[in-house]
C-alpha cells in the first residue's frame, strides 16, 4: 500500500476501537468489521502485560471489555490490572462483549442492529503483533495510542513501552503505515527520538485549553488528536496552516461530520465508519 499521508483531499476516517459499533472494541474482528465498512484505517489501544508483552486494550483494567470480572484467577485479583498478569493468562479470557448502540439509528444506510450470530465466540484480546498483522494484510493504516503507564503502574512499564512499540512497528516494516498518539505528551517526545520516520499525534481531552500549534511543536508531532467537543473553525484553520493534521475524536454525528468536514480537519475518528463513509 501507499505510504500514510496525514493530510488528504478528504478526511480519513479512523475507526475508533476498530469500529466498536460494529464488533467488540479491539477485537480482530472489529479490525475486519472496520475495514469491511470502509475505514482507511483504525484507532486502537496499547499496553503492558506483567511479561513485557504488548497487547490491544483500551482501559487500564480487564473487567469492562473481558469476563475477567468471573474469571477465577482474575475475580480473586480485582480490579484485574493487565500488568499483573502474563500474556498467556489474558489469552484464557473471553474478550467477547457484544457493542452497545453507538451510532445514530437513522444515519446508516441499513438500520442498526445487533449481529450476535456474527460476533465469533472465541475472542481473544489481541497482541499488538496479531493486529498490525492483520492491518498489513487488509492494506490499513493504523493509529496506536499508548496508554498512559507513568501513573499508579510499576515505572519499568512506562520506560519500556515507547520503545517496544517503535521496534514492533519497525521490525514489521509498518514505518509508513502507522501513526503513534498518546495523552502523555513525553512518550511523543520519546517517539521521534527513537523512530523520527513514524508519524506522531498528541492526544488532548474536550476541555483542552492550551496552545495546540506550541504543544505538537514542543514534541515535533505531525498530529494533533482533540475530543471535538468545543473545536472552532479558527482553531482547525491555524492548526492546519502550521502544517499539522488535525484528527478529532470521538465523531459519530451526522452534523459533527459535516461541521469538522467544512473546517478542513484531515481526519475522523468514529465508532460508525458503515455510516460515515
Excluded at 69 to 85: D, E, Q, S
Excluded at 148 to 177: I, N
Excluded at 195 to 205: M, W
Excluded at 262 to 267: A, C, D, F, Q
Aim: charged share 25%; with cysteine.
Amino acid at each position: 500500500m501507499k505510504p500514510l499521508s496525514l493530510i488528504n483531499d478528504k478526511p480519513l476516517i479512523w475507526a475508533h476501537r476498530g469500529g466498536r459499533s460494529l464488533a467488540p472494541e479491539n477485537t480482530l474482528q472489529a479490525l475486519r468489521r472496520g475495514h469491511e465498512a470502509g475505514a482507511d484505517g483504525w484507532e486502537t489501544d496499547v499496553q503492558l502485560t506483567k511479561d513485557g508483552e504488548l497487547i490491544i486494550l483500551h482501559d487500564l483494567n480487564l473487567l469492562r471489555t473481558t469476563n475477567a470480572g468471573v474469571h477465577p484467577l482474575f475475580r480473586a485479583n480485582r480490579p484485574a490490572l493487565p500488568w499483573r498478569f502474563t500474556l498467556e493468562e489474558i489469552k484464557k479470557l473471553s474478550a467477547n462483549v457484544f457493542p452497545r448502540r453507538f451510532c445514530p439509528p437513522h444515519y446508516s444506510e441499513q438500520p442498526w442492529k445487533e449481529l450476535p450470530e456474527t460476533v465469533h465466540p472465541d475472542l481473544r484480546v489481541p497482541t499488538l503483533s496479531e493486529a498490525l498483522d492483520i492491518t498489513a494484510e487488509l492494506g490499513m493504516w493504523i493509529n496506536i495510542e499508548i496508554k498512559d503507564l507513568s501513573h499508579d503502574v510499576p515505572e519499568e512499564f512506562s520506560k519500556t513501552v515507547v520503545k517496544k512499540v517503535t521496534d514492533m512497528v519497525h521490525a514489521k516494516g509498518m514505518d509508513t503505515q502507522v501513526i503513534i498518539s498518546s495523552f502523555n505528551h513525553d512518550y511523543m517526545r520519546e517517539s521521534k527520538i527513537v523512530a523520527p520516520q513514524i508519524f506522531t499525534g498528541i492526544l488532548t481531552p474536550h476541555e483542552f485549553t492550551g496552545d495546540p500549534v506550541e504543544a505538537a511543536k514542543a514534541v515535533k508531532a505531525d498530529a494533533w488528536h482533540p475530543g471535538l467537543q468545543f473545536l472552532t473553525g479558527e482553531v482547525i484553520q491555524r492548526v492546519r496552516e502550521a502544517g499539522i493534521a488535525i484528527n478529532p475524536y470521538t465523531v459519530n454525528k451526522p452534523e459533527d461530520v459535516s461541521r469538522l468536514t467544512k473546517w478542513g480537519v484531515t481526519g475522523l475518528v468514529t465508532d460508525c465508519p458503515q455510516s460515515i463513509r
